[in-house]
């Protein structure tokens, strides 16, 4: 595969269930990305990988936890959301060194019931 | 940080007119603006981007400018077709020392009325 690409498409969870959302991209790139997207909102930048380190996190309620175990790779942990959580996470990966395009994913559909 | 803001939220236009959509960015420190399109469903995408040492760029139907001072940048579409429309998100990246942070406008919704 190439490209950026991100499992599940959709999930629906309940408030106090745990799970995960997995950003997977075959670009070579150094930087990753979460973004949340919501109706009528710009696109909220949650967070930033540059080489497998954090170095951006926008203020994120803690029930969302990152992981980047390579730089290929790429998990957002859900636990205990609120139903305001719901919206479509795009994960998107570039290089970091230099100004250069973004590349999302499909994103996942996340529905908090 | 920066803070991006993007009209209009809707722009609805006749077939073979142009669309022009408006950006402004806060941090005089952004110094790269590209624009997205996201189809529905889909992810989005580049369409075109302009460097702060530019003015104007153009690619076939779309042309991006920009003007530092003001702090404002403007996606045009001439000629528009049916499947130009889409959301379109302009952005503003910023540069700190930790990586590249992109920051994005609400979107705007084209629909080109065929």
């Known amino acids: 595969e190439t490209g950026v690409t991100q499992t599940p498409r959709h999930l629906v969870m309940g408030m106090t269930n745990k799970k995960s959302l997995k950003c997977e991209q075959h670009?070579?790139?150094?930087?990753m990305y979460w973004y949340k997207q919501s109706a009528k909102k710009p696109l909220e930048l949650m967070f930033v990988?540059?080489?497998?380190?954090?170095?951006e996190n926008n203020s994120v309620p803690s029930r969302f936890s990152p992981e980047c175990p390579n730089s290929s790779h790429l998990f957002l942990h859900l636990h205990t959301l609120q139903p305001e959580d719901s919206a479509l996470y795009l994960c998107?990966?570039?290089?970091?060194?230099?100004?250069?395009?973004?590349?999302f994913g499909e994103g996942s559909r996340l529905t908090v019931l | 940080g920066e803070n991006v803001e993007q009209h209009p939220s809707t722009l609805s236009v006749q077939e073979g007119d142009s669309a022009v959509i408006k950006c402004t960015y806060s941090?005089?420190?952004?110094?790269?603006f590209p624009w997205y399109k996201q189809e529905l469903g889909k992810r989005p995408q580049l369409i075109i981007d302009?460097?702060?040492?530019?003015g104007e760029k153009k690619d076939q139907r779309i042309a991006v400018t920009l003007n530092k001072t003001a702090k404002h940048f403007s996606l045009h579409i001439t000629e528009t077709q049916p499947e130009d429309s889409a959301v379109y998100f302009c952005?503003?990246?910023?540069?700190?020392?930790?990586?590249?942070?992109?920051?994005f406008g609400t979107g705007t919704s084209l629909t080109v009325i065929p």
């Open positions: 998107a990966s570039s290089q970091a060194d230099h100004r250069g395009e973004l590349f």
């Open positions: 670009l070579g790139h150094n930087a």
């Open positions: 990988y540059n080489f497998k380190e954090q170095t």
């Open positions: 941090d005089s420190a952004s110094n790269y």
């Open positions: 302009i460097r702060s040492n530019v």
């Open positions: 952005a503003a990246l910023l540069e700190p020392e930790t990586g590249n942070q992109f920051y």
